[in-house]
């Protein structure tokens, strides 16, 4: 599987940002896909994920009631709609996938596939 992750860019606070990740490949659906964040100087953490047909979602208490993470099997594609952006959600995104939902989705070794990374600026 390829994960293409796009959509970042440069927001103010209190705005927002949708980004896309987009599969290769025909088994999208048999995936958990998770959204996964790097800042500059620290370590990557997990944001969110979705279960294979998006029953379930998990998310960072840091992101709850912000962000939305969401997926279109047909368009194999995953989303996350992050609102109310703080200059503290400025990161690298990345994109990941893996086969299995369990309670250790923010493991990011867990995770096998990964997107290039897209980049949030949020401006105070």
């Known amino acids: 599987v390829q994960l293409q992750a796009y959509g970042g860019g440069l927001v103010q606070a209190g705005g927002f940002l949708r980004l896309s990740c987009v599969a290769s490949?025909?088994?999208?659906?048999?995936?958990?896909m998770g959204w996964f964040r790097q800042a500059p100087g620290k370590e990557r953490e997990f944001v969110a994920a979705?279960?294979?047909?998006?029953?379930?979602?998990s998310y960072a208490d840091s992101v709850k009631g912000r962000f939305t993470i969401s997926r279109d099997n047909a368009k194999n594609t995953v989303y996350l709609q992050m609102n109310s952006l703080k200059p503290e959600d400025t990161a690298v995104y990345y994109c990941?996938?893996?086969?299995?939902?369990?309670?250790?989705?923010?493991?990011?070794?867990?995770?096998?596939?990964w997107g290039q990374g897209t980049l949030v600026t949020v401006s105070s």
């Open positions: 979705i279960s294979w047909t998006g029953g379930s979602t």
């Open positions: 990941a996938a893996q086969r299995i939902w369990s309670d250790r989705l923010s493991r990011e070794y867990d995770y096998d596939y």
């Open positions: 490949g025909r088994t999208f659906s048999s995936y958990v």
